[in-house]
């Protein structure tokens, strides 16, 4: 199985995942270490206790948009 992600700048990533083992080979390019925040953002869903979709929301105004988790007074962002 081959997952990819990609953005604007030209930055990717894809790795290739091998059934029944542990360790899979990471391919990327670029400005951004996509994988590096891939993982960053697991782990970041594993430290929070793994919740579920219908526990993120979103608000979207003038000043930008924001992800949260339970209530917009937890947002969820680049500090990790």
Known sequence: ????????TGSWAAVLFH?????STVYRGG???????????YRWWDAVG????????LTVSQQGDQAWLDTPERPVGDEG
């Open 50 to 57: 793994r919740p579920g979709i219908h526990r993120f929301g």
């Open 31 to 41: 400005p951004r270490r996509l994988w590096d925040e891939v993982e960053a953002a």
């Open 1 to 8: 199985m081959c997952g990819c992600t990609g953005c604007p």
């Open 19 to 23: 059934d029944g083992q542990k360790v």
